[in-house]
């Protein structure tokens, strides 16, 4: 029994002997395998750049980013640039080679093998701008800029204390800008800025101008017009940097007659309600404070002030007696869509010149697309809330079923239309002593895209400022 189990324990150890020797062997073969299958691959080597000139001008080398940039004064030509030197990890190559011309327009991949390790760098120049791009007084006032003579203009209410105001700069990438941001200055008299942005530098000279009569004005609800939404305060950021002797005042500074408008000739009220406003009664409801003021509005309408109506605001003139007793006289066809998630223009929206309206101030200088007919007011990338109040035509609705008929009931001249013939933008000429107004409805007249897509660029946005610089001069001729 015992020479049993002592045969039974000899049997398991040589069992155990066995499968230990079995597996060193395997892993013997494993590591012989693994060494086999790499032994050609080359991975050792750099594949650094290490030195880069273009056209003599030196890069600047982020290996983090495994970026290259080359600065280059503020008007250069970088359509043919020579790559005047170029250092890279012994034994490695390059796509670029030392001495070939590249069009830096546009960036440029430089892969550097070495053996069978790769690396990609990327290679982009960058113009030494010197460049003050937008210059706002307090959060408020926004500077007319003319880069032709390096001038700010920047006009504020006669109330305001102009030996202490803070301007809020923005300025060319890396470059820096002295007195500073955010900074306290006295603007009693003109006050320079210097730009400094590496071979580029430029002197900007700013003048504040303290004025007791607006030439122009921008009304909304807010107190102040940081306080606009985003739409409005694009619109009228624009109206303040590009309408001399323009300002923002609410509908309460109106009604308080804080403001001296004998010298005014436009007031511009750009309306904007996420999820439109729908006719004459949703309009009461939701701009009680506008029609608070339509009494003010009246007077300096009835005494030969001019306005700039649109989005929303095209229901205005039915209630201050533009159109008659008939306050029924509001768009009939009015849509909107919220901020946040405006639609996304697929290509440039457009509305048509009404026939025979081609000569119109108001078209001149536009940006032309493939149809002349057409105003074109974005691009595609552009986000839009197709914010609409128009009028409708046609006898299935009632009302105005035809645009003659529209002209007689409301005492507008038709200047646009939609692709349905609807009533997109207006105007009610000057006569008797009484100012003139521009209405634009389109849901196509758009400020803001709350983000861009696609690698937007701007074309035909341009006719947005194009017809309404046209507008204020049309006003005020």
Same mark, same amino acid.
């Given at each position: ?302 005494? $030969?002030?001019?306005?700039?109506? @649109?989005?929303? *605001? ?6 201050? #007696? %533009?159109? =008659? /007793? ?72 009632? $009302?105005?079923?035809?645009?003659? @008929?529209?002209? *007689? ?6 200047? #646009? %239309?939609? =692709? /349905? ?57």
């Amino acid at each position: 029994m015992i020479t049993k189990i002592r045969n039974c324990a000899l049997s398991i150890v040589n069992c155990a002997l066995f499968y230990c020797a079995l597996c060193i062997m395997n892993c013997a073969l494993i590591i012989s395998c693994s060494s086999d299958h790499v032994s050609d691959l080359q991975l050792s080597g750099d594949c650094m750049v290490e030195n880069i000139r273009l056209d003599n001008y030196e890069g600047i080398i982020d290996l983090a980013s495994r970026s290259i940039l080359v600065r280059l004064p503020e008007v250069y030509e970088t359509s043919s640039m020579q790559v005047t030197a170029l250092s890279i990890s012994d034994g490695a190559e390059c796509n670029i080679k030392q001495g070939e011309t590249l069009n830096m327009d546009a960036a440029k991949v430089l892969s550097v093998r070495n053996g069978d390790v790769v690396l990609n760098w990327t290679l982009s120049v960058l113009h030494d701008e010197a460049r003050i791009s937008q210059f706002v007084i307090n959060d408020i006032y926004q500077g007319a800029i003319d880069q032709e003579s390096k001038t700010i203009t920047v006009y504020v209410p006669g109330s305001v204390d102009i030996t202490s105001l803070v301007p809020t700069i923005t300025y060319s990438q890396n470059a820096t800008v002295t007195p500073s941001t955010g900074v306290a200055q006295d603007f009693s008299q003109p006050v320079t800025y210097k730009v400094t942005n590496n071979s580029a530098e430029s002197t900007y000279t700013v003048t504040v101008i303290a004025i007791e009569k607006p030439k122009a004005l921008f009304i909304g609800e807010a107190p102040v017009m940081n306080d606009l939404d985003p739409e409005a305060k694009a619109a009228c950021q624009w109206m303040l940097g590009n309408i001399g002797g323009s300002l923002y005042a609410s509908f309460a500074d109106l009604r308080a007659g804080t403001l001296d408008l004998s010298e005014c000739g436009v007031i511009w009220w750009h309306y904007h309600v996420d999820g439109g406003v729908d006719g004459h009664d949703v309009f009461m409801a939701k701009a009680p404070y506008a029609l608070d003021t339509k009494n003010e509005l009246r007077q300096f309408y009835e005494n $030969g002030g001019s306005l700039l109506l @649109t989005r929303y *605001a095209t229901n205005l003139p039915s209630f201050i #007696g %533009v159109t =008659g /007793d008939d306050e029924w006289t509001t768009p009939n066809n009015c849509w909107g869509q919220n901020e946040d998630g405006a639609e996304l223009c697929g290509g440039p929206w457009s509305f048509r010149i009404f026939d025979g309206q081609n000569d119109h101030p108001m078209w001149q200088g536009l940006v032309q697309g493939d149809n002349p007919q057409e105003v074109y007011c974005t691009d595609a990338g552009y986000h839009i809330t197709n914010s609409t109040a128009q009028y409708h035509i046609g006898t299935d609705w009632g $009302g105005y079923d035809d645009h003659a @008929t529209w002209e *007689a009931r409301t005492g507008g001249k038709i200047l #646009g %239309v939609g =692709g /349905d013939g609807a009533v997109v933008a207006w105007e009610y000429p000057a006569h008797d002593g009484k100012g003139g107004i521009i209405c634009i409805g389109s849901g196509c007249y758009d400020w803001y895209s709350y983000t861009y897509e696609g690698g937007y660029t701007e074309k035909f946005h341009k006719n947005i400022e194009i017809m309404t610089q046209n507008a204020f001069n049309y006003l005020t001729k």
